[in-house]
């Protein structure tokens, strides 16, 4: 299976930019030229099915999501051809746009479409994301740093892709993606110490880095008094340990607003998608030179379909058991006895000790196939009883 087949796009839609890396894709979208179409149909191939995924987790339908991750990349085009550069990877730039689209959709007819929590985060928010917690770390990083966590870690691409979009080698994903997880960690913790008053904060970040380390970790009695009073130490401290224990959740939801530890969660599954289903899969903004969906069938809606036919055919059932004493004939057939009625043969109808007449009938497989409706059992002939004979 090519690699395109596996993870959507990595073959290019054409195969004319299919080694490129996103960031020459980007400076593509900036050219008044054919090439900026083809840069975007190539970003659309590689990024669609993972911007679907996490529309959905903001959606109640599949036309919902199709139409947020369709606003999405338009939106991402249009503001890389007026030269905004994106300061996070793209993919992870496509959700934030998603995400920050869905909030302003709370204020127009299209909020029914949104999922209820997420409408009722922002409504108790006035319409806006808090920051994610993690995302200014990030965004200080370098671009290569950035690209090896989000594809490394949060979503798991293989090494060949991550190097594939990124414009590395593999030994470089390899080797490097532990040491930039190791960045971000400690962007979070010069972030966290920055923003406190508290002078005596610098002096324990020493501590708080050696109590977090995986192997031999040290921990302190004046750490974990001074902790209980500032948050500052605190959040620092719990932001390094999730780093550490469960990178993916920790990432995505530090660096998504919503639903991030889920997207996190499922990433794979959404990406190793069939090419073909996701071609179809992303609804289109009118006047888009790109295809229409066809309508995918939802979890909610199997899962409905389920219970309706549960309770539909519960109560046909339990009259179908009253009213044949039990279960029907596998046979199907008018004029066969129920399962619980003895063959026709005549050493079955009538049982030659108390014991025989508990005994379990042969299942109906094993009864004679026959198309004729059986003959109803002789009628018993009635005992004559010897009249007395008269004394001589």
Known sequence: ??????????????????????????????????????????????????????????????????QLASQAFTTAARDTARGSEPSVPWRHQLLLLAAHLAAGWTTDERATGLDPSLRLVLNTGGGRWPPPPLLGPFQSLASRTQGLIWY?????????????????????VMYETDA??????????????????????????????????????????????????????????????????????????????????????????????????RANALPVEVGSPWPAPAARPSRRRFALASAVLGVTLVPLL?????????????????GT???????STPQATAPSSPGAANSPLPPATSRPQTTESPSPPPKPTPTVEPKPTPAP
């Open 180 to 277: 930039a997880l190791q960045a971000l960690a400690q962007a979070c913790l010069r972030f966290r110490l920055a923003v406190s008053d508290d002078p005596r904060c610098q002096d324990f970040r020493r501590l708080i880095e050696e109590s977090v380390r995986p192997v031999n970790p040290r921990h302190s009695t004046d750490l974990n008094s001074h902790m209980v009073i500032c948050p500052h130490c605190s959040t620092a401290y719990g932001e390094l340990s999730a780093l550490r224990d469960h990178p993916r959740t920790a990432l995505g939801e530090g660096l998504l607003p919503w639903c991030g530890p889920a997207y996190a969660r499922d990433a794979r599954e959404a990406r190793d998608t069939p090419a073909v289903t």
């Open 1 to 66: 299976m090519s690699q395109g087949t596996d993870h959507g796009g990595a073959d290019g839609v054409d195969g004319l930019y299919s080694g490129a890396a996103d960031a020459h894709l980007t400076e593509l979208l900036r050219t008044n030229s054919p090439t900026a179409y083809a840069a975007l149909r190539e970003l659309r191939a590689r990024h669609h099915a993972s911007v679907l995924a996490y529309a959905r987790l903001c959606t109640t339908s599949d036309s919902t999501a199709g």
């Open 337 to 343: 006895p129920p399962a619980t009625s003895a063959p």
């Open 318 to 334: 339990v009259v179908l058991l009253v009213r044949g004493g039990g279960p029907p004939d596998p046979q199907g057939t008018a």
């Open 152 to 172: 490394g870690v949060v979503e798991r691409e293989p090494e060949e892709r991550t190097a594939a979009l990124l414009g590395l080698t593999r030994e470089d």
